[in-house]
Every structure is written in C-alpha cells, then in structure tokens.
C-alpha cells in the first residue's frame, strides 16, 4: 500500500509540475511570437543573425534571445516531466 501511495504522491507532483512548465513554455512562446511578428523573422533567422553579429544591441533582442534559452529550457523540462510520468504510468500498470 505505502508503494501505490507514494506512486500516486510522485504522480501528484509531476502533474504539477508539468502545469508549471506548460504555463513557462506558453509565456515564453506568446513573447517569441510577438517579437517575431514585431521584427518579421523568425527565431531561427533571429538567432542566425545573433550569431553572426549582424543585428544591432538592443534591449528587445536581448530579450528575444533569453526568451529563445528560457522556451527551450522549459520545453525540454516539460518533455522530461512527461516522460517521467508516462513512465511511472506504465510501470504501475
């Protein structure tokens, strides 16, 4: 019994976390976007430009590149949080 009610603690958590992750990767892809539709590039093309230091410094772009690191740190926990779940699901079954 002290299995499953861990098991279901764990599960508990998880899930909470996951909503915390969801409500990071939705903040961060509402400020992407905008920032694209603001400047007409994409991510991609921005962070290309970065690279190669043909954009000007600027507070926005400063912004959009932390965006960028923030959305992919938070798509990569959230995916990680899924599958730990899933994994969790699987075993107990």
């Known amino acids: 019994m002290d299995g499953l009610m861990n098991t279901d603690e764990y599960e508990i958590s998880l899930s909470r976390e996951i909503t915390v992750c969801e409500g990071y990767v939705r903040k961060y892809q509402m400020l992407i976007h905008s920032l694209e539709e603001r400047y007409g590039m994409t991510t991609s093309e921005f962070l ?8 000007p410094s600027s507070a926005c772009f400063a912004q959009w590149n932390m965006g960028a690191q923030a959305l992919q740190y938070w798509t990569e926990t959230l995916r990680e949080y899924q599958g730990f779940l899933e994994s969790m699901k699987v075993s107990a079954s």
């Open 48 to 55: 290309e430009r970065m690279r190669r230091g043909t954009l």
